[in-house]
């Protein structure tokens, strides 16, 4: 009976431990092929505990389903994550010596933001567990000893959590990007048929753009302002589609009844563009870039900082390739020339502050 009863265990044992050793041979490969999932919808989870027999206990509670990477404590930890992560999810003890649970799974949210984080303790510490919701963000929190269908469902939740919030994630992003992306490039598309439409005007808008935001990154303008400025400059002339060719391209002065035509680019652009949401902040820059600092521009004879910056900004920009460009009634001037006509009509036409910054950048050899 006794010979019977141990060549069971020993049977057990030795399944178990074939079990196993099939177990780490899945882990090793699927480590090999994916960082994050393995076959038969494995997930590698990160366990974190100071002692290897609780850690050892951890894995073989969860080995049927989730692959089990080991750190003894929370600096094999930190190393793991940064070799081998993102995990999907991470198990920290609380007590741990060096860095406590709190602290670890903090670092964890820094370091692998998408990883979801359990507490695990043994300890009734109500302010560590407090520590570790408001610091490291937990998703749950365990007390030793955890039974395994606990555990198990726990890690199930874990995974579950990770992935909706991954593909909230990766949609968030890629709607993002195709419209960032679309905007962009629908915009610099309509910039170039902008300025086709006259041999004169090639490159134009594209060019003032470049220069505006040179201007405005120099004037320390943030993030937000300067793509506000992208969008602007680059359709600044987009209500010269309604302005005829003979007038656009006309060998010589304009009459004053043909300079209204052309100054009437500004209102087109503006019933244009006031219908699109997302050109509502950039609106200023096509209906003000032909505004005088000194109230006496059109269309409104608006003055000072009543134009909005990014208009005083785009005129200077405009300005300076007006003059450098071939025009059908004369050749572009050379650069030095550019500059001392906007210095000259620094406080009239424009902003004096605009210019200032224009002449330390040309001065840096920054204008090209
Ligand atoms: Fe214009």
């Not at 178990?16 to 994050?36: F, L, W």
């Not at 366990?47 to 600096?75: H, N, T």
């Not at 890629?174 to 915009?187: M, P, S």
Request: proline share 5%; charged share 25%.
């Amino acid at each position: 009976m006794g010979k019977i009863l141990l060549r069971h265990r020993v049977r057990s044992f030795a399944a178990i431990v074939t079990e196993e050793h099939m177990a780490k041979r899945r882990s090793r490969v699927n480590q090999s092929t994916s960082p994050q999932t393995g076959s038969r919808n494995e997930v590698r989870v990160l366990l974190v505990d100071d002692e290897p027999c609780v850690l050892e206990g951890l894995r073989r509670s969860v080995f049927k389903e989730f692959v089990a990477d080991l750190a003894e404590g929370p600096e094999e930890g930190l190393a793991k994550l940064r070799k081998d992560g993102p995990y999907p999810v991470v198990v920290s003890d609380m007590r741990m010596p060096g860095m406590d649970g709190a602290e670890f799974l903090a670092t964890v949210r820094t370091l692998s933001p998408d990883s979801i984080r359990v507490m695990l303790t043994g300890h009734n510490d109500i302010e560590a567990a407090v520590r570790a919701v408001n610091e490291g963000q937990i998703f749950r929190f365990l007390t030793k000893p955890v039974t395994q269908k606990t555990l198990l469902a726990t890690l199930r939740a874990c995974v579950a959590q990770y992935h909706a919030a991954r593909l909230e994630k990766d949609q968030l992003k890629t709607t993002i990007n195709a419209l960032e992306q679309l905007d962009l490039g629908t915009l610099t598309a309509l910039a170039r048929a902008i300025d086709a439409k006259s041999a004169w005007t090639a490159g134009h808008s594209e060019r003032v753009t470049n220069l505006a935001l040179k201007l405005g990154h120099a004037m320390g303008l943030p993030a937000k302002s300067l793509e506000i400025m992208h969008r602007g400059g680059l359709l600044h002339d987009i209500g010269k589609i309604g302005t005829p060719p003979a007038v656009l391209d006309k060998l010589g002065r304009l009459e004053p009844e043909e300079m209204q035509i052309m100054r009437d680019h500004v209102k087109i652009g503006v019933r244009i563009l006031e219908p699109v949401p997302c050109f509502r902040e950039a609106l200023p820059m096509v209906a003000q870039h032909h505004e005088w600092f000194d109230g006496s521009g059109y269309p409104a004879g608006l003055a000072g900082e009543n134009i909005s910056l990014h208009a005083r900004i785009l005129a200077v920009a405009d300005c300076y390739d007006a003059i450098v460009s071939d025009r059908p009634y004369r050749k572009g001037l050379p650069a030095r020339q550019a500059l001392e006509i906007l210095r000259q009509k620094s406080g009239k036409q424009f902003d004096p502050m605009v210019i200032e910054v224009f002449e330390r950048l040309a001065a840096a050899g920054q204008l090209a």
